[in-house]
T-cell receptor, first 117, second 110 residues
Framework: GAVVSQHPSWVICKSGTSVKIECRSLDFQATTMFWYRQFPKQSLMLMAT?????????EQGVEKDKFLINHASLTLSTLTVTSAHPEDSSFYIC?????????????FGEGSRLTVL | QKEVEQDPGPLSVPEGAIVSLNCTYSNSAFQYFMWYRQYSRKGPELLMYTYSSGNKEDGRFTAQVDKSSKYISLFIRDSQPSDSATYLC??????????FGPGTRLSVLP
């Protein structure tokens, strides 16, 4: 299946700093990528839809100034957690939709575990 | 009522058992159905996908879709301890984003 690479896989940062997470589709182009947050033993929570060349669409309750999303190319979307706080500690996962497939399958990255001290 | 319902489990079965995982949904516009497997602290991995109704088989896995009942299933034959994971169903209609079930935690005991 298609591969989505997410980096870094884990990061520890101090409170108040910003952290950038990258999501790349390695063998297909994705005009749309998605960012999720997942707490332990809970399901995926969609945070935002990242659209290549335009502004991201955020889900209700997600602060767009806190979670900056940039989708500058057809293979790369980034999520920046700004002024991180301990409550931002979580598992962040991206997915990309294979536009060339009629089914439009979603492929996920391996996730990034963020710990804010 | 949530758009996609799934029993969160945990579901524990002995090795070699046949596992049945299910999701129900309310949106009759859903046409594309996926099953994902997620190991702890990993991203979900696409297992099976089907379009509209019917069955699809891939090795030990069989996916079934019954649109008349708004019910989908994933069967795992000869279950192995390595199948222990959380299984997520996902579905969408034309031009829509996927909606995910909350996931069922499966534990296959050796």
């Amino acid at each position: 299946g298609a591969v989505v690479s997410q980096h870094p896989s884990w990061v520890i940062c101090k409170s108040g700093t910003s952290v950038k997470i990258e999501c790349r589709s390695l063998d297909f182009q994705a005009t749309t990528m998605f960012w999720y947050r997942q707490f332990p033993k809970q399901s995926l929570m969609l945070m935002a839809t990242s659209n290549e060349g335009s502004k991201a669409t955020y889900e209700q309750g997600v602060e767009k100034d806190k979670f900056l999303i940039n989708h500058a190319s057809l293979t790369l979307s980034t999520l920046t957690v700004t002024s991180a706080h301990p409550e931002d500690s979580s598992f962040y996962i991206c997915s990309a939709r294979d536009q060339s497939s009629s089914l439009g399958e979603l492929f996920f990255g391996e996730g990034s575990r963020l710990t804010v001290l | 009522q949530k758009e996609v319902e799934q029993d969160p489990g945990p579901l524990s079965v002995p090795e070699g058992a046949i596992v049945s995982l299910n999701c129900t949904y309310s949106n009759s516009a859903f046409q594309y159905f996926m099953w994902y497997r997620q190991y702890s602290r990993k991203g979900p991995e696409l297992l099976m996908y089907t379009y509209s109704s019917g069955n699809k088989e891939d090795g030990r896995f069989t996916a079934q879709v019954d649109k008349s009942s708004k019910y989908i299933s994933l069967f795992i034959r000869d279950s192995q301890p390595s199948d222990s994971a959380t299984y997520l169903c996902a579905m969408r209609g034309y031009g829509q984003n996927f909606v995910f079930g909350p996931g069922t935690r499966l534990s296959v005991l050796p």
